[in-house]
């Protein structure tokens, strides 16, 4: 019904790609596109054009005419086709969608662009050293490199730069202007990239990954740092205990912890120092300063140190690894923590029931099931938790969040442990293995259920006749057989196996 509809409206048809047109002259104008043809030319730069409206829009360019303005903004435009795509960015319209990842545009042109980081297309080369762009102007831009051209100059501090929104993006160190915001929680920045590169932070997209050993991070710059730790050379060490060092002059500070001299003292609470560094973070406790900013989040910080630690968790970063398992982590206290799993040992010791644990964070924590404090409630219903990470948990049973997605084939997971269990099917790691007969598991219960077969231990017995199972499930089948409840057959089409 819709297709007689538009040959009526529209009876001149393209015979090259069946895209109709209301009227001849229209026909005429569109074919120009698969003939090449522009007969229209700018006396002044003598680009040409398929149509007699192009030109005219094309002239406003050389004369400054604006006519189409926002009536919300004042925002003044050459062409009509402008002010529309202008007007999406106070109406929020987005209509043109990425079919494989749902991110939409205000202009079907950057949707195409876009659609170029799922194909991997890069159709603009560098003649000088063949470096691919998906776009023109990047490689344009690139150019510049080559030849050293930066154009645009700031005005307040001469600057130079290669291009004109690097320029912009500049400027607005002087001015403190944030343009840019992010929908999800409302953070600001300067510039399109910043911010776009935050919002992998809401997406947990990691599209720069390390060829050594394989992590994934949300910037390049995150790479390149985390590249550090597979070729950072330490060749000063110490001779007491081992540790190495990038330069002497870290080494000679080391030093100092092993002949306890503190020379620098803080004047305000007389605390000393090996360092004059550590001096200088001292005092801002007393001060309240926080010089160190995160670009993504906002959160400041009183040291470097505590920022770069802080951004792992945007990047996802985690540089320390355990020698004897592999597992990562984001600092080195943590990894001391986890080495005592394989250790067995357990410094800190209940009081009240004699029970060790390896941190005094799980002490506390374990202290709460002799008192019965769960401080940690949900306010929807009621259930409350010893640990505020119980909390945030039990929350996304309300939210339905999934935080959590397996990158092989899309899955989304309320818990991180349940994806690490998940990815083991991509894998096919089977860490559990059974000490009898050497079979391995990718589920440590499905190891205890198959050692029942070696022990013979059957721990579900059936309640009418007294028959023994080594698994839940068999006994719920067995079961039927008293209650002549039938269970329904799959037939061998759909367990996907063929009879013959």
């Known amino acids: 019904m819709n297709t007689n509809t538009d040959t009526k409206e529209k009876p001149f048809s393209c015979d090259e790609c069946d895209s109709s047109f209301k009227s001849k002259q229209y026909l005429t104008i569109h074919m120009r596109i698969h003939t090449g043809e522009k007969p229209y030319s700018c006396e002044v730069c003598l680009s040409a054009f398929k149509s007699k409206q192009y030109l005219a829009i094309h002239m406003r360019t050389h004369t400054g005419e604006k006519p189409y303005s926002c009536e919300i903004c004042l925002s003044a435009f050459r062409s009509k086709q402008n002010l529309a795509i202008h007007m999406r960015i106070h109406t929020g319209e987005k209509p043109y969608s990425c079919e494989i990842c749902g991110v939409s545009f205000t202009q079907k042109q950057n949707m195409s662009q876009h659609m170029r980081i799922h194909t991997g297309e890069k159709p603009y080369s560098c003649e000088v050293c063949c470096s691919s762009f998906t776009q023109k102007r990047s490689m344009l831009q690139h150019m510049r490199t080559h030849t050293g051209e930066k154009p645009y100059s700031c005005e307040l501090c001469d600057f130079s730069f290669t291009n004109k929104a690097t320029r912009l993006q500049h400027m607005r160190t002087h001015t403190g202007e944030k343009p840019y915001s992010c929908e999800v929680c409302g953070s600001s920045f300067t510039s399109k990239q910043t911010m776009l590169t935050h919002m992998r932070t809401h997406t947990g997209e990691k599209p720069y990954s390390c060829e050594v050993c394989g992590s994934s991070f949300t910037r390049k710059y995150s790479l390149v740092i985390h590249m550090q730790i597979h070729t950072a050379e330490k060749p000063y060490s110490c001779k007491v205990c081992d540790s190495s060092f990038k330069n002497k002059n870290e080494l000679i500070v080391h030093m100092l912890t092993h002949t306890g001299e503190k020379p620098y003292s803080c004047e305000v609470c007389g605390s000393s120092f090996t360092r004059k560094q550590d001096l200088v973070f001292h005092m801002r406790t007393h001060t309240g300063e926080k010089p160190y900013t995160c670009e993504i989040c906002g959160s400041s910080f009183s040291r470097k140190y505590s920022m770069v630690i802080h951004m792992r968790t945007h990047t996802g970063e985690k540089p320390y690894s355990c020698e004897v398992c592999g597992a990562s982590f984001t600092h080195k206290q943590t990894r001391l923590q986890h080495m005592q799993t394989h250790t067995g040992e357990k410094p800190y010791s209940c009081e009240v029931c004699g029970s060790f644990f390896k941190s005094k964070q799980t002490m506390l924590i374990h202290m709460q099931t002799h008192t019965g404090e769960k401080p940690y409630s949900c306010e929807l219903c009621a259930y409350s938790f010893t640990r505020k990470y119980s909390l945030v948990i039990h929350m996304r049973i309300h939210t339905g969040e999934k935080p959590y997605s397996c990158e092989v084939c899309g899955s989304y997971f309320t818990i991180k442990q349940t994806l690490l269990t998940h990815m083991r099917k991509?894998?096919?790691?089977?860490?559990?293995?059974?000490?009898?007969?050497?079979?391995?598991?990718?589920?440590?219960?499905?190891?205890?259920?198959?050692?029942?077969?070696?022990?013979?231990?059957?721990?579900?017995?059936?309640?009418?006749?007294?028959?023994?199972?080594?698994?839940?499930?068999?006994?719920?089948?067995?079961?039927?057989?008293?209650?002549?409840?039938?269970?329904?057959?799959?037939?061998?089409?759909?367990?996907?196996?063929?009879?013959?």
């Open 426 to 500: 991509h894998t096919g790691e089977k860490p559990f293995p059974c000490e009898v007969c050497g079979a391995s598991f990718t589920i440590k219960q499905t190891m205890v259920t198959h050692m029942r077969t070696h022990t013979g231990e059957k721990p579900f017995s059936c309640e009418v006749c007294g028959a023994s199972f080594t698994q839940k499930p068999h006994i719920v089948q067995h079961m039927r057989t008293h209650t002549g409840e039938k269970q329904k057959q799959k037939s061998d089409h759909n367990r996907g196996q063929c009879t013959q």
